[in-house]
């Protein structure tokens, strides 16, 4: 048994670990994110390609690779279910509470871990973030159990106790945060660690920190992955580093832009009913005295140092701070510990948790019953449709959940005017798609076509697939006196064949015909 658990510790964690994956599959992809990570992880699965991932068959580095590994084990051991694409981020929210749970157990003792882990798991930020496929919550699980682990090893070396396991823990978790996320992953939790020891007057303690077995095992875990992707690709480590992880924090121009103080009333909000707590972990009244470094600080500063580094870049989404949610609902456990003594008042605060919880299932029936950004219901009227020869195509949108739904094995062409898309600096799908394209760009012009070559691609098969946005057939003639199988908020679907399309006035020119305008090539990465 874990250190500090007993069976009855064990059966409530497993508890609480059931309660985040209670709906789980309830609701389709969302778009873009969850389409996005969600294809690129069944990409992974389909081609036998683990080495790096891939969207619509280019590679994609915005970020490493753990998340995909993770959803693609799912996929290929529960199938193609909304649930199995939801692994990742139900890991990270249980990494989180786990090892939440575990230190205050070890530290605090029974009645304050309790409430850490009730609080967490029903703030409706965590159980709806646990639910929710891309990077964030896996990356502040990992995150906060290298925050936690190094934590306590320190407390441990102060106290002259057994440190080195739980060390290696953390420089274990640092690592697979980099291949979460990127560098936040080690720089986050370093952060947090020094300014928390140099508080408490205590930066001595770097010295047994700073542990060189535990380096080695950072360096063989998160190192190798980047150097195989450098000898392959020459202009990966500037692509990763220089631009997706310095460039688009230290420089404006991506999306969302908001000002400097939105984090503190969005945490506030979205932890909702259990911020109105927060003042009593403020309070000193019947606080027994710790010794230094304070656990207490720890707490304060981690959501402090968190908050603070992700106000500085202009571009703001609320997941980043995922990882302020754990010390958070730490100190209003503690708060409200001191407040009622070892045993609160159980009738006010369980029905307290229980409005938390309604909360928190209110927020994903809301969720599906206004964002319609899906396109799982056109992919069942295709599927239902399509043979497994008949291509699918798409113009002038990426509709990233489709490969996904249809279990496509295949890339998707694709039909838009690329030229204008390789020289635009706007943070968007073609963008996205356009540097991707740059790492492979011989597959890429047979990937991202010109839009005037959609008749010949058309022309080519006996039966074909468009999906494209709601008004795009006003620009191809051919396909205004088509009617399309079915359209679905703002996209429409056709079923083509041949011989429609000719009858239609398309198919002027031979398949075989390659006097077309050729789509202009992508620049290559470096």
């Known amino acids: 048994m874990i250190a500090g658990w007993n069976r009855k510790e064990a059966g409530l964690f497993l508890l609480a670990l059931a309660w985040l994956a209670l709906t789980l599959g309830i609701r389709p992809l969302a778009l873009p994110d969850e389409g996005r990570y969600v294809s690129v992880a069944w990409e992974m699965l389909s081609s036998g390609n683990w080495l790096y991932p891939t969207l619509n068959g280019l590679p994609f580095f915005h970020k ?12 290929g051991m529960f199938g193609l279910h909304e649930w199995a694409a939801r692994m990742a981020p139900l890991f ?3 990494i989180a509470a786990f090892t939440l749970y575990g230190f205050a157990l070890r530290q605090k003792g029974t009645t304050v871990a309790r409430w850490s882990l009730l609080i967490l798991v029903t703030q409706p930020f965590f159980f709806g973030a646990a639910q929710f496929a891309n990077l964030d919550m896996l990356v502040a699980g990992l995150i906060a159990a290298t ?9 441990n070396a102060e106290r002259e106790r ?9 420089y274990l978790g640092a690592a697979l945060g980099v291949l979460a996320k990127g560098l936040i992953g080690a720089v986050l939790p370093g952060m947090v660690l020094v300014a928390w020891l140099a508080w408490n007057r205590r930066l001595v303690l770097m010295r047994k920190l700073v542990w060189l077995p535990g380096l080695a095992i950072f360096l063989l875990v998160a190192v190798p992955w980047f150097v195989a992707m450098q000898a392959r690709f020459p202009d990966f480590l500037n692509y990763f580093f220089v631009y997706q992880q310095f460039q688009r924090f230290a420089e404006g121009g991506f999306n969302n832009p908001l000002p400097f103080w939105f984090y503190p009333p969005a945490i506030l909000l979205l932890i909702l009913p259990w911020s109105w707590w927060l003042p009593a972990a403020l309070k000193r009244t019947r606080l027994q005295a710790e010794a230094k470094p304070t656990i207490r600080s720890l707490m304060w500063i981690w959501p402090a140092v968190i908050v603070g580094f992700f106000s500085i870049p202009s571009s703001k989404l609320v997941g980043y701070v995922l990882p302020v949610l754990p010390p958070l609902a730490y100190l209003i456990a503690e708060g409200l510990v001191r407040k009622w003594g070892n045993v609160p008042n159980p009738r006010f605060l369980k029905g307290f948790a229980l409005a938390a919880g309604v909360a928190c299932l209110s927020a994903i029936v809301a ?11 056109l992919s069942s009227l295709i599927a239902a449709q399509r043979q497994a020869s008949e291509p699918v195509m798409f113009l002038r949108e990426q509709y990233f959940d489709m490969p996904f739904y249809l279990g496509l094995t295949e ?9 204008v898309a390789n020289t635009s600096k706007n943070d ?12 492979d760009p011989e597959r890429a012009n047979r990937l991202l076509i010109d839009h005037s070559r959609l008749e010949h691609f058309v ?14 057939e006003g620009e191809y003639p051919y396909l205004r006196n088509i009617a399309p199988l079915a359209t679905h908020k703002s996209t429409v679907v056709w079923r083509l064949t041949r011989s429609e399309v000719s009858s239609s006035g398309g198919c002027r020119q031979t398949p075989s015909d390659d006097s077309a305008d050729k789509s202009p090539p992508l620049r290559t990465a470096g």
């Open 64 to 75: 490493p690779p753990l998340f995909y590994w993770i959803t693609a084990s799912s996929l």
């Open 459 to 472: 022309c080519s098969h006996p039966v074909s697939w468009l999906v494209a946005p709601k008004g795009t």
């Open 92 to 94: 990270g929210a249980g």
């Open 428 to 439: 968007n799908w073609r963008k996205v798609m356009a540097d991707a394209g740059k790492f």
């Open 162 to 170: 057994p440190y080195k396991g739980l060390l290696a823990g953390a």
């Open 367 to 377: 969720n599906n019953l206004f964002n319609h950004k899906t396109d799982r219901h």
């Open 147 to 155: 925050i936690l682990l190094a934590a306590e090893a320190g407390l």
């Open 411 to 419: 890339p998707v062409e694709i039909f838009d005017d690329w030229s």
